[in-house]
């Protein structure tokens, strides 16, 4: 017993030891973040169902025509002068029919669902772009908090590092305690910081779990990724050629228009007359037994598929017009993400070539000098805050260049930027 009381402290000392962030799980990449998003993202699921539905309306429409059965006892004579063989001369009739389908309405209607299940595919296809934007955003969004979280931690801590050497020289006699107060004041703003950097991660992870439908606590999900920019490549004719080939809202107005053709086919063929065949077995006292056959041929003599026709006609030159709207928003997408990435980019590299160095080269020369007393108190503040102005700015502008980066891959329909 004592041995077994023994096991179970020593279990929760080492428990106990562990920071609580070891027990938080592996960092997911955006492959990852993905892969859960196709897997568990309730509408997509549903979407799902529906392509599955669309192909059970599949099998309905090349069902054949049930036949048809029909049972008669005719001429039961009850109240004849012989009651006693009232089924004396009862006539037992069975007839039997069948309606036969001509034009080949049945492969049309076939032709049409699939093509209908194309267009759900497509458009479920389309919906996953679109989601896909969002929780791209997201996810860089959770990048961009988590580098804004790094260096508002490291601006607090250099800004702690700093007020302790301005403490020193306020003991010394070397600087006045008004000095002293307004650098501590300062300090609020280096917190405050990184306490609206912290909220914003937590909301932007929230947003992430939302969308793939993860309960995991928020505090033991994290991602990772670059976050950086890239140079892109691509010319804009070559980003137009791709988001042709891929952009599935296009591909589902092209079927459109291929399924609203199929159906005025098939509004064509539910014109053509379907004769009914049928056979009847009978007996006839004093006959035995007998057999019959027939046809029944409907008489078209007012076509009343007049209305099918024109609807489906006109269906076929309105999908042609969604189609050329929806190409024309296709260019108009691709060209607008393009000039915001091209923007974004323009801004980053002079961030990158000039700005960042000069703002860190100033904050570190106008420190130096305060502390040995050949800068003005006014000068060391300035310095911090365009320093910390410089960091943030360009940490949104790499989150801006991200997204501007989403935008041009839902533009394009499929991943052309990482």
Same mark, same amino acid.
């Given at each position: 017993? /004592?041995?077994?009381?023994?096991? $179970?402290?020593?279990?929760?000392?080492?428990?106990?030891?562990?920071?609580?962030?070891?027990?938080?799980?592996?960092?997911?990449?955006?492959?990852?973040?993905?892969?859960?998003?196709?897997?568990?993202?309730?509408?997509?699921?549903? %979407?799902?169902?529906?392509?599955?539905?669309?192909?059970?309306?599949?099998?309905?429409?090349?069902?054949?025509?049930?036949?048809?059965? +029909?049972?008669?006892?005719?001429?039961?004579?009850?109240?004849?002068?012989?009651?006693?063989?009232?089924?004396?001369?009862?006539?037992?009739?069975?007839?039997?029919?069948?309606?036969?389908?001509? !034009?080949?309405?049945?492969?049309?209607?076939?032709?049409?669902?699939?093509? %209908?299940?194309?267009?759900?595919?497509? &458009?479920?296809?389309?919906?996953?772009?679109?989601?896909?934007?969002?929780?791209?955003?997201?996810?860089?969004?959770?990048?961009? &908090?988590?580098?804004?979280?790094?260096?508002?931690?490291?601006?607090?801590?250099? @800004?702690?590092?700093?007020?302790?050497?301005?403490?020193?020289?306020?003991?010394? %006699?070397?600087?006045?305690?008004?000095?002293?107060?307004?650098?501590?004041?300062?300090?609020?703003?280096?917190?405050?910081?990184?306490?609206?950097?912290? $909220?914003?991660?937590?909301?932007?992870?929230?947003?992430?779990?939302?969308?793939?439908?993860?309960?995991?606590?928020?505090? &033991?999900?994290? $991602?990772?990724?670059?976050?950086?920019?890239?140079? /892109?490549?691509?010319?804009?004719?070559?980003?137009?050629?791709?988001?042709?080939?891929?952009?599935?809202?296009?591909?589902?107005?092209?079927?459109? $228009?291929?399924?609203?053709?199929?159906?005025?086919?098939?509004?064509?063929?539910? !014109?053509?007359?379907?004769?009914?065949?049928?056979?009847?077995?009978?007996?006839?006292?004093?006959?035995?037994? @007998?057999? !019959?056959?027939?046809?029944?041929?409907?008489?078209?003599?007012?076509?009343?598929?007049?209305?099918?026709?024109?609807?489906?006609?006109?269906?076929?030159?309105?999908?042609?017009?969604?189609?050329?709207?929806?190409?024309?928003?296709?260019?108009?997408?691709?060209?607008?993400?393009?000039?915001? #990435?091209?923007?974004?980019? !323009?801004?980053?590299?002079?961030?990158?070539?000039?700005?960042?160095?000069?703002?860190?080269?100033?904050?570190? +020369?106008?420190?130096?000098?305060?502390?040995?007393?050949?800068?003005? #108190?006014?000068?060391? #503040?300035?310095?911090?805050?365009?320093?910390?102005?410089?960091?943030?700015?360009? #940490?949104?502008?790499?989150? +801006? @260049?991200?997204?501007?980066?989403?935008?041009?891959?839902?533009?394009? %329909?499929?991943?052309?930027?990482?």
């Amino acid at each position: 017993m /004592q041995c077994l009381i023994r096991s $179970v402290w020593m279990v929760v000392a080492i428990a106990v030891t562990v920071p609580t962030g070891a027990f938080a799980q592996q960092a997911l990449t955006w492959q990852q973040v993905r892969a859960q998003f196709e897997a568990n993202n309730p509408s997509l699921r549903a %979407g799902r169902i529906s392509i599955d539905e669309s192909k059970a309306q599949e099998v309905t429409a090349f069902l054949r025509p049930n036949p048809s059965m +029909t049972t008669t006892i005719d001429q039961i004579a009850p109240f004849n002068a012989n009651p006693y063989r009232p089924f004396g001369s009862a006539l037992p009739l069975v007839s039997a029919s069948y309606l036969h389908e001509r !034009g080949g309405k049945r492969e049309l209607r076939l032709e049409s669902a699939r093509k %209908g299940t194309a267009v759900v595919a497509s &458009q479920l296809a389309d919906q996953e772009r679109t989601l896909l934007f969002s929780l791209r955003n997201a996810f860089v969004q959770t990048l961009q &908090q988590k580098s804004v979280v790094a260096l508002a931690t490291e601006n607090l801590a250099y @800004y702690d590092r700093l007020l302790g050497l301005s403490s020193e020289r306020f003991k010394a %006699g070397d600087i006045a305690q008004v000095d002293l107060d307004r650098l501590e004041l300062q300090r609020v703003q280096f917190d405050t910081d990184l306490q609206s950097a912290r $909220v914003n991660l937590r909301t932007a992870k929230i947003q992430l779990l939302t969308l793939f439908n993860d309960r995991t606590p928020v505090e &033991q999900f994290d $991602v990772t990724g670059p976050f950086e920019f890239t140079e /892109q490549t691509m010319t804009l004719d070559e980003l137009h050629q791709i988001a042709l080939a891929n952009r599935p809202d296009l591909k589902a107005a092209m079927q459109a $228009v291929d399924k609203a053709k199929t159906e005025y086919r098939l509004a064509v063929a539910n !014109g053509a007359t379907d004769p009914t065949f049928g056979m009847d077995l009978a007996r006839n006292p004093p006959i035995v037994a @007998y057999i !019959g056959f027939n046809v029944t041929i409907p008489l078209r003599i007012f076509d009343r598929n007049q209305g099918e026709k024109a609807r489906t006609q006109l269906d076929i030159r309105r999908n042609e017009r969604l189609w050329d709207a929806i190409q024309a928003q296709v260019f108009g997408d691709a060209d607008s993400a393009f000039a915001s #990435l091209n923007s974004s980019r !323009g801004l980053l590299r002079s961030y990158k070539n000039k700005y960042l160095d000069q703002a860190t080269r100033v904050r570190d +020369t106008v420190s130096f000098s305060y502390q040995h007393g050949g800068a003005s #108190l006014l000068d060391f #503040l300035n310095a911090q805050s365009d320093y910390r102005i410089v960091q943030l700015n360009y #940490l949104n502008l790499v989150g +801006t @260049y991200m997204t501007a980066a989403s935008q041009l891959n839902m533009a394009v %329909g499929t991943e052309v930027i990482q």
